[in-house]
Each structure stands twice: as C-alpha cells, then as structure tokens.
C-alpha cells in the first residue's frame, strides 16, 4: 500500500506562489500516474492536475489552466504542484491521490484513485 504525504501548503497573499510536494512512501508511484484535488468545506472534491507516470501527460482543471504546473521526480518518488498566480478562490485543502490509471483520465473523478493523502492546506489572502 502507497502512503502519500503532502507538504507545502500555508498562507499567502493573492498573487503570491507556492509549492506543494507529495512524498509516496512504502511503494513508489510505479507506474501510475498521480493527481491533485481540492475541497472546501461543504463542496465535493474538485479536480486540479495529474500527471502521467512517465510525466509526459498532463491534465489540468479549467481553473488552475496557465496557473499551476504539476511535475514528477520518481527517482524522488515526489509529484510536485507549483502554483502561480494565487487567488482568494484557490483556498482550499489540496490532496494527492495515486491513480488506477498510467495517464490521466478524462473526466478526472475521484473514484479513478486509488490512495490518498492527508491533505494540506492552502489559504489565500485578499
């Protein structure tokens, strides 16, 4: 079994970047690839970025699309996401999931990963 751990997350003010990292431990990502989801209080988990095992693929939410980069190391086992651009709406607990699949798969659902992380969050001041 994966055991994800996300780091990064924190308090920046609009405008401001910052990096979130996902550490896989006990096994690698191999080969699957992994994403990033977000969720606020009250609303379902929403779909930021995956990436493909051999990172050559890559899939983005239509809100975080020319903002957010996602990027692997598997020598590292690390998947990274790197967010520009923050607005007060990014706000949120941001997770990392480990996918079924090799590649990302549209529609991006939850249910297509399979491990996930604990959370770390991320919040945007105005």
């Known amino acids: 079994q994966v055991q994800l751990v996300e780091s990064g997350g924190g308090l920046v003010q609009a405008g401001g970047s910052l990096r979130l990292s996902c550490a896989a431990s006990r096994r690698t990502f191999s080969p699957y690839a992994v994403g990033w989801f977000r969720q606020t209080p009250g609303k379902e988990r929403e779909f930021v970025a995956a990436i493909s095992w051999t990172g050559g693929n890559t899939d983005y939410g239509d809100s975080v699309t020319d903002r957010f980069t996602i990027s692997r190391d598997n020598a590292k086992n690390t998947v990274y996401l790197q967010m520009n651009s923050l607005k007060p709406e990014d706000t949120a607990v941001y997770y990392c999931?480990?996918?079924?699949?090799?590649?990302?798969?549209?529609?991006?659902?939850?249910?297509?990963?399979?491990?996930w992380g604990q959370g770390t969050q991320v919040t945007v001041s105005s």
């Open positions: 999931a480990v996918s079924r699949f090799t590649a990302p798969h549209q529609p991006a659902e939850p249910s297509d990963y399979v491990y």
